[in-house]
């Protein structure tokens, strides 16, 4: 008996010893290795970690470099990731997480590859949940109760309670204990942030004197090692540039494509373009704490004052939607009842007179000596032709009410500042990217005012406060579908933002680049798969 | 691709056309351009009787090709609606519990009739008119759908007696059996004179008919080869209204839609497109042209024998250049397909495929019709793809659309998809003035079943802008996504 256990003991420390050899290297799916790809993003990321950043660029980034407890696959089916195999308890509170035993952090230079382990799960779920550590991601997992690790591979979450979809809320990135130089919570100025290690398919490798972030294959990845051998970010600060250099073959991707340029890249048969990301919105929002800002009746104003309808056929030939509220309308909670108000500069007049402004001597609209004159922020970035072009008629169409307003362009990261931490500004333009999950909790829940919080407008109503947390509470769809489609009503009646369109994304990809599938929101997530043939290969 | 062809069409054998923008058949053209085909026929229909005898041939055929259009796109719609309730029904009646809805059994059952399984339907109805919670007039609805039932499953004395047992003073009830009564052929009951009591009986009340009196009556009225009415009914109707609100408390409120409304739509428009062409065929000044399209529009809503004639008719005797000629052969073709002479058929489809390989038009032609009679066509499915690869972009987008239909029909998803993402205006991704409605509708289908659900809701929510009824479809898929949608709820700035 005892011989027998030990011959089963000797088997399972090889298989400790060996696996992640075992499993790593060549997909052994005939497709071959090698290759760069070149893609372009319009903008550098600010951090490349998943726990600190909130823009898209950097969550590309991440899911290249870190992976979940679980994953979501293409066909919406959660499968497993660092998790090999997950138990739920009968009551949906308790959810036990069994780890892969073959996945090893990526290494730093001159240092062995450590094992991920279940310290390095509680480690994440901590540091994310540090008071001190500035996220967007706390706001959806304060459902989690405790955390505990089992053994080095097992891990309990408990929940405060049951929650709809609570297995896929598991898909956030771990990242190492052995990572972040503060062990206690993640701050923008942890070296971390800027030289992230992490499980997944690429590795960092360096960010180059032109702000290019490399990333090279890794070797040793537990789904066996992706088919590319190095993914080059490459920013543009012009998304006219960014297609050229797509059309003359300096890069082989653009993440999100300038609508203008959608006849040129169609035209040409060497690209294909690739629909994905419906659920994202442009909006003109409104700090709350400037008490003109706070009166309904003036933000109902601005809304019917503009022409949004002649902005997105003039600046964007008319390639996208204008909507009524916070969701986009490819969301299962975009209120169809809810229609978006009309260009009606007479009613947006009426409004303001009712809220008691009258003309003062230069034509701009006051009342007990406060003039309706406000700055516009807007990212440097952002600074297309087009942006520009919205953010001047916006103005224009504000001044034919009596209405002043100065636009200023700022560095992206100053923009950031004054906006999700300053709280400097009195009108931003931005734009929000959903998952499918249309969560508005973070944008408009009063808990979610704060230093870099993405309510940044302050906007506080206890009847949306109360729906929002009545939608996370419940089990039952058809509520939670009801419960947003009240919302819906409430915020377009509301109007924090006047709610602007959604735009026509395409991705456009070298026809090289094979194999492509890509994630609506997160694009990277299959990217292990794509390949390119040898002939492509230089 | 064929609204070109019949701009060119009307152009040249209808030179007695006013050619002012005021002219209603003008009018009515540019909007049918547009692919605005309830507009297109709303601004000619009324004006259709105080028009002159010279310009009511014209008028005829340009309203038969609008209602063919509507047809096609509402047979589609109806397709995808019927598939996407039962998903959402089949789910929301697995919930258990008090908030469970109690009309999802009426529903479910009713797409189930219409999906042409009447014993699982029966199952849910008989559910559903056991529940003691709901009032006398659903269950007398319930009752007279599971009549249905059993005679679609041939009891018809069972039928019969549960019809008889039915209260019919409430107008609902009533036009509901009678809708049940045209459906089965029951002549013998009246179904037009019930739905007219009923009607009066409303206006008396001054009370609009509700969506499903309006699809009830349609359904008879259909039936009964009243095609004016039903569209005069229809004109003042919402299609975008729900059937049934159920409201399970503040929080929870679902809105129910009968899916065969949209089938009813596209019977009727179908007759009313042969009541059109028949009339414009009947004019010499426009017969070429409404022969051409009456030969496809007998084989979609009428029958393949009549088709046949016409299209045999019009190869005789046409004055209408080759191409046109060459097109109608696909269609004659098709015909002698499904009348069993497959090998015939696929030999003109073959010789007009090598004729025309320069003709992309016809090779979609050709294609469509592949698709339509579940052909296999593995030969000229290679010529296309031939073109489609070597040839230019935007003057593909129906070849790619047929191929896309064409592999559609074969269950071949992946290169449905990517077909008709080729063929896809890309800068107009979602409008149906750059995008044929068919195809969207097509590709809105393949995004769905492949649970890419927001670039499928998309598509809709452009397309209800123009056709209101797609809103119970809409409603539909947003209740499905909400319940198969995961993720973990991030949003970050753009």
Redesign the interface.
């Given at each position: 008996m005892k011989r027998v256990l030990l011959v089963a003991l000797l088997l399972v420390g090889v298989t400790f010893v060996l696996s992640p050899f075992a499993e790593a290297g060549s997909k052994k799916d005939g497709r071959p290795d090698g290759g760069t790809l070149n893609y372009g993003e319009y903008g550098r990321p600010a951090t490349l970690d998943p726990i600190t950043s909130n823009e898209m660029i950097s969550l590309r980034i991440t899911e290249l470099v870190f992976n979940g407890l679980v994953g979501i696959n293409e066909k919406q089916e959660i499968v497993p990731e660092l998790a090999e195999r997950w138990e739920m308890s009968k009551d949906g509170r308790t959810y036990t997480f069994f780890l892969r035993k073959d996945v090893t952090w990526h290494a730093r230079e001159g240092e062995e590859a450590k094992p991920f382990t279940a310290d390095d799960v509680i480690f994440t779920y901590k540091i994310m949940m540090h008071p001190k550590t500035i996220t967007p991601l706390k706001v959806r997992y304060e459902f989690i109760d405790t955390v505990e690790k089992l053994d080095d591979y097992t891990v309990r979450f408990t929940l405060k309670r049951p929650i709809l979809n609570a297995l896929a809320k598991f898909s956030f990135k771990i990242i190492p204990r052995h990572g972040p130089a503060n062990p206690l919570y993640l701050t923008r100025e942890d070296p971390f942030v800027q030289n992230p290690i992490g499980t997944g398919p690429y590795i960092l490798k360096n960010i180059t004197a032109d702000r290019e972030i490399v990333l090279t294959a890794n070797d040793n990845y537990f789904k066996g090692r992706p088919h590319i051998d190095k993914f080059v970010a490459k920013p543009f600060a012009d998304q006219n540039i960014m297609t050229q250099a797509l059309m003359f073959n300096a890069i082989d991707m653009i993440v999100l494509v300038n609508p203008r340029d959608i006849p040129e890249i169609q035209g040409d048969k060497r690209f294909v373009l690739q629909p994905y990301n419906a659920l994202s919105y442009s909006f003109f929002g409104y700090n709350m704490r400037n008490p003109l800002l706070a009166d309904k009746r003036v933000r109902q104003a601005f809304t019917y004052a503009v022409n949004r309808q002649e902005m997105l056929d003039s600046f964007f030939n008319g390639q996208g939607t204008i909507i009524s509220g916070p969701f986009a309308p490819g969301s299962w909670a975009y209120n169809l009842e809810v229609q978006p108000y009309p260009f009606d500069p007479e009613k947006a007049k009426s409004l303001l007179r009712d809220a008691g402004f009258t003309p003062g001597p230069d034509g701009i609209m006051q009342k007990g000596g406060k003039k309706l004159s406000f700055t516009l922020k807007v990212p440097i970035e952002k600074e297309s032709e087009a942006v520009k072009r919205v953010v001047l008629a916006f103005k224009n169409y504000l001044k034919n009410i009596g209405v002043d307003v100065n636009v200023a362009f700022e560095e992206w990261q100053a923009w950031k500042e004054d906006v999700f931490l300053e709280h400097d500004f009195d009108i931003v333009f931005a734009s929000w990217v959903f998952d499918d999950s249309a969560d508005i909790s973070s944008l408009f829940h009063s808990a979610e005012i704060g230093p870099w919080k993405n309510n940044f407008i302050g906007y506080s109503n206890p009847e949306v406060d109360s729906l929002i947390v009545e939608s996370k509470l419940t089990l039952d769809h058809e509520k939670r579908r009801t419960i947003n489609r009240k919302l819906h009503a409430i915020l377009a009646d509301e109007n924090p933002y006047t709610f602007l369109w959604t735009l026509t994304n395409y991705a456009a990809y070298n026809k090289k680049v094979r194999h492509v599938a890509i994630h609506p929101y997160k694009f990277f997530s299959f990217a292990d798969e794509w390949f390119m043939a040898e002939k492509d290969q230089n | 691709m064929k609204y070109l062809a019949c701009v060119f069409l009307i152009f040249i054998f209808a030179p007695s056309f006013a050619y002012s923008a005021d002219d209603p058949v003008m009018r009515a053209m540019k909007l049918y351009e547009k692919r605005h085909y309830e507009e297109a026929a709303a601004a000619l229909r009324p004006e259709l009787p105080s028009m002159g005898q010279s310009r009511q041939g014209a008028a005829h055929l340009m309203l038969g090709m609008i209602y063919m259009k509507s047809a096609e796109l509402y047979r589609e719609l109806y397709q995808e609606s019927l598939s996407a309730s039962q998903d959402y029904y089949k789910k929301?009646s697995a919930?258990r519990g008090q908030?469970r809805?109690r009309f999802v059994d009426l529903y479910m059952g009713e797409a189930l009739i219409e999906a042409g399984k009447p014993g699982a339907a029966a199952v849910y109805l008989e559910k559903f008119a056991a529940d003691e919670g709901i009032s006398p007039m659903y269950r007398a609805l319930a009752k007279a759908d599971l009549g249905l039932c059993h005679y679609l499953s041939n009891d018809k004395q069972k039928a019969e007696t549960l019809w008889n047992e039915i209260d019919t003073t409430d107008p609902e009830v009533s036009v509901q059996l009678a809708s049940i009564f045209g459906r089965v052929g029951r002549k013998d009951k009246n179904p037009v004179a019930l739905c007219e009591l009923s009607l009066r009986e409303a206006k008396k009340s001054r009370k609009s008919p509700s969506i499903r009196m309006v699809k009830n009556i349609i359904s008879v009225y259909v039936r009964a080869g009243l095609t004016d009415k039903g569209l005069d009914l229809l004109k003042h109707a919402d299609a975008r209204a729900y059937s049934y609100r159920e409201v399970?408390?503040k929080?929870?409120?679902?809105n129910f839609y009968d899916p065969s409304l949209l089938g009813d739509l596209s019977m009727l428009y179908g007759q009313a497109c042969l009541a059109h062409l028949e009339k414009a065929a009947a004019d010499a000044t426009v017969r070429d042209p409404a022969e051409y399209y009456l030969g496809e529009a007998y084989a979609l809503f009428g029958s393949i024998d009549l088709s046949a004639k016409v299209t045999a008719s019009f190869i005789a005797a046409s004055r209408m250049p080759q191409q046109y000629k060459d097109r109608i052969r696909v269609w004659q073709a098709a015909d002698q397909y499904q009348k069993g002479r497959q090998t015939d058929a696929v030999g003109i489809w073959d010789e007009l495929s090598r004729k025309q390989q320069l003709d992309p038009d016809l090779l979609a032609e050709i294609l469509l019709a592949c698709a339509r009679v579940r052909a296999e066509c593995p030969m000229i499915v290679k010529r296309a793809e031939n073109v489609v690869e070597s040839g230019?972009?935007?003057k593909l987008y129906a070849l790619n659309f047929a191929l896309g239909k064409y592999y559609l029909a074969k269950k071949n998803q992946s290169k449905a998809m990517s077909c008709m993402?080729a063929g896809r205006?890309?800068?107009?991704?979602?409008?149906i003035e750059s995008n044929d409605p068919l195809m969207l509708v097509d590709l809105a289908g393949l995004y769905y079943r492949?649970?890419?659900?927001?670039?499928a809701?998309?598509i809709y929510?452009?397309m209800?802008k123009q056709f209101p009824a797609v809103?119970q479809i809409?409603?539909t898929?947003?209740?499905v996504?909400?319940?198969?949608?995961?993720?973990?709820?991030?949003?970050?700035?753009?």
């Open positions: - | 929301l919930a908030s809805s399970l408390g929080s929870k409120v679902i230019e972009g935007k993402e205006d890309k800068s107009n991704k979602n409008k492949n649970k890419k659900f927001s670039e809701l998309e929510f452009d209800s809103r809409q409603e898929m947003q209740g996504y909400a319940m198969e949608q995961k993720s973990a709820g991030d949003v970050k700035i753009f």
